[in-house]
């Protein structure tokens, strides 16, 4: 009886091992850089390189380190009443649509990547009639500004002309406070990089074209900016903040 029992744990015991082992080696390099992990997450996401089940699993893993890493750094939450409207000199007036229209969810999924249908985001447009970047009345960049704090967690820099991506230079930006992730698209220039933390108001890139659809000429120069929501269930949706924009473009600052 105890031979046989020896030689069950003896059996068991390689298949036991490695299971946590691999478990805590998981757990380590999640640890390690995890906003650098998930902007590469976030590449394969967009590039539809891995499937939904395990992206999901990894945005799971990542983001109470990210969370960790923001305050241990210093991150401080941001009340909402501290919250910038991302377009300097701009106000809720630029904000496509009526009244929020602009925020078309139905059929968006955000680990679809590239693929994503809807627009569950609002579009603010800049005065560049001769679409070159910059705007008409003061002849310079326009900077976007960060909504709240945060620290990001996903940028595309070296966007090209001709690429498929939709988003072109685009940044992501964790908040922990809110519990989700403010996305800004289109962008000339990026200011910031993965891991970097946040407070409200500060310059993160300026204003831009960048992006298959934003580049064409029929799209009037803007920057787009969606909230991703991490729910219950971990899983990041699109959630409406128009009333916010609304209240924080009262008036340009
Ligand atoms: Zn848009």
Known sequence: MLRALIA??????????PSSAGLAARAFQASVNPSARFDALYADIRDQHIARDAAREKVRELLPFIKQDFYARGGKDAPKDAWRFPVEGYAASSIGG???SGYLPDGYDWFD????KGHPGHDIFIRDRNQDELDDVTGKPVNVLS?????VVAYSPDWKAGS???GGRYLYIYDPSQNGIFYYAHQRSLLVKPGDIVSPGQVIA???RSGRNAAAPRSPTHLHVMFLAIDAGDYPRPRQIYPDLARIGRRPR
Do not use: E
């Open 164 to 166: 498929i991506l939709r």
């Open 206 to 208: 300026t204003v831009g």
């Open 147 to 151: 909504i709240s704090s945060g620290i």
């Open 8 to 17: 069950l744990l003896v059996v068991l015991a390689p298949v036991a091992r």
């Open 113 to 116: 990547g590239y693929k994503g």
């Open 98 to 100: 009526t009244n929020g």
